[in-house]
């Protein structure tokens, strides 16, 4: 089992900056890909950012290259999400998910683990 907590929303201007954090917890050897998703109210969740569990290869989606960052703490054991340049569309709730197997980082369907989420406004 994994265990999957993410932190750091929040209520932010557009233009504005947060930084999103998942502390992962249990098995987290067994994990290979760790992602976030989000879902804003009426739309499906969608793909915002991939890493594998080594730190060496990491995705982005399209609509937030250049402005979100994804990384993996020092401990290892922690995601983060820098998100820079927020735009009001960014606004949804954020969640953190971790794959056991390699599969498309893309795809919500293959992680195995997941967080509760949590929310960013982005809002003037």
């Known amino acids: 089992q994994v265990q999957l907590a993410e932190s750091g929303g929040g209520l932010v201007r557009p233009g504005g900056s947060l930084r999103l954090s998942c502390a992962a917890s249990?098995?987290?050897?067994?994990?290979?890909?760790m992602a976030w998703f989000r879902q804003a109210p009426g739309k499906e969740r969608e793909f915002v950012a991939a890493?594998?569990?080594?730190?060496?290869?990491?995705l982005l989606a399209d609509s937030v290259k250049g402005r979100f960052t994804i990384s993996r703490g020092n401990a290892k054991s922690t995601l983060y999400l820098q998100m820079n340049s927020l735009k009001p569309e960014d606004t949804a709730v954020y969640y953190c998910?971790?794959?056991?197997?390699?599969?498309?980082?893309?795809?919500?369907?293959?992680?195995?683990?997941w967080g509760r989420g949590t929310q960013v406004t982005v809002s003037s």
């Open positions: 998910a971790a794959d056991l197997s390699g599969r498309r980082p893309m795809e919500s369907a293959v992680y195995d683990y």
């Open positions: 249990g098995r987290t050897t067994s994990i290979y890909t």
């Open positions: 890493v594998s569990w080594s730190g060496s290869r990491s």
